[in-house]
């Protein structure tokens, strides 16, 4: 296949922003797909990405208006927070549906709609990706610091338990790359001068203690596993690496992931989730093949990485939305049908997948978008 032409990268990059900044609402909150009803919330894990992107993209008041967003969630439950760390303390055993929840209305309330709510990871995540923008930009730390201390301390203390994954599936068990989430986020904590000693002190042995577990769980098979104690292989596991760090790019246990992965999950272009996916007939994801070239590029594999971009740009709508996943080779055909009848089609467009392809296209440099280069009036605003 050719390479896509730099006027459609740019075309889509350009729209890609504009459909991000559409997407953000007053409070700072990123919706994480404004046409596909489930998804009219905002998840802290994929507001972190694409917060991210936002930032390597120049867009430093976008990011931070979500870093914002992200503390007063955890600051307005600041007694949740406390009587949580109190009865752990304690050695209570606590339900998940007691337990902060994984996406939030705009304005950072709750829904009391049926959803898979404990997850773990986006309350890493989110200082992650706060700690790396205010690097890149020398921002300050101190006008999230309430709500990401709180963040940091609850997943200090509940980072290792079961929770559900990245795709609010299998809550029995603990998922490498939530703990590889959580890690990043306290090893960014424990390194803020900000912070009292005692409270960065804390972060940083729960961080060490996580890579831990998932370095001695994957010895075991001379790779990571998508759970601890499992065999399989989930395209998630490329963040150990790519972006968190808790392991290299060239450690043999990531190489041996890798090689895993792109046999199992990868075709002729993009990603699966992971072997035994029946989502939507199990499609192949456009963020995970951002996510899979951002990793490739890091590892020195600037062609493969590439050759992701341009399978993501041919799989642009018309207007240039991307979906959250699409159908050149499903898994499980025969499921297909009971996802699109249960909710329509394929959520599209995704901004996390937007945000992806940002990060993806900029680390390339094979993007450049300016911040504000497109008019984005004619885009549907969102409001809380």
Request: glycine letters at 8%.
């Amino acid at each position: 296949m050719s390479e896509t032409s730099p006027e459609r990268l740019r075309a889509l990059a350009d729209h890609s922003l504009a459909l991000i900044r559409a997407g953000q609402a007053a409070s700072g909150a990123y919706v994480a797909s404004p046409t596909f009803a489930v998804y009219r919330y905002c998840w802290l894990r994929d507001g972190a990405f694409i917060a991210d992107a936002m930032s390597r993209a120049g867009e430093i008041d976008s990011a931070e208006a979500f870093f914002g967003w992200c503390a007063r969630v955890l600051v307005d439950r600041r007694g949740q927070v406390d009587a949580l760390l109190i009865r752990h303390a304690v050695g209570e055993s606590i339900p998940m549906s007691e337990m902060l929840h994984t996406r939030y209305t705009l304005d950072g309330g709750e829904s009391d709609a049926d959803w898979e709510n404990y997850q773990l990871d986006g309350y890493g995540t989110w200082l992650w990706a706060l700690d790396e923008h205010c690097r890149r930009h020398d921002r300050s730390i101190e006008p999230f610091l309430d709500g990401a201390a709180l963040s940091a301390a609850y997943i200090a203390a509940f980072g290792t338990q079961p929770s559900y994954d990245w795709w609010e599936e299998h809550p029995i068990e603990r998922h490498t790359s939530t703990l590889a989430a959580v890690h990043a986020g306290l090893r960014a904590v424990a390194s803020w001068p900000e912070l009292a000693p005692d409270r960065r002190a804390s972060a940083a042995e729960a961080a060490l203690d996580m890579a831990a577990l998932v370095r001695v769980d994957a010895a075991r098979l001379g790779r990571l596993s998508k759970w601890l104690g499992g065999s399989t292989v989930d395209a998630s596991l490329l963040a150990v690496a790519t972006p968190f760090d808790l392991l290299a790019v060239d450690d043999p246990l990531m190489v041996a992931t890798t090689h895993q992965i792109e046999t199992d999950l990868v075709h002729a272009g993009g990603v699966h989730r992971y072997p035994q996916d029946t989502f939507y007939g199990g499609g192949e994801w456009l963020l995970l093949a951002a996510l899979l070239g951002w990793h490739q590029l890091r590892s020195g594999r600037t062609a493969e990485a590439r050759a992701q971009l341009d399978w993501i740009a041919r799989h642009a709508t018309a207007a240039g939305d991307l979906p959250e996943q699409v159908d050149d080779h499903l898994l499980a055909p025969e499921a297909a049908a009971t996802w699109i009848e249960r909710w329509g089609p394929v959520a599209t467009p995704l901004l996390w997948s937007h945000a992806m392809f940002l990060t993806l296209g900029l680390e390339l440099g094979a993007v450049h978008p300016s911040v504000s280069a497109t008019d984005h009036r004619s885009l549907p605003a969102v409001h809380t």
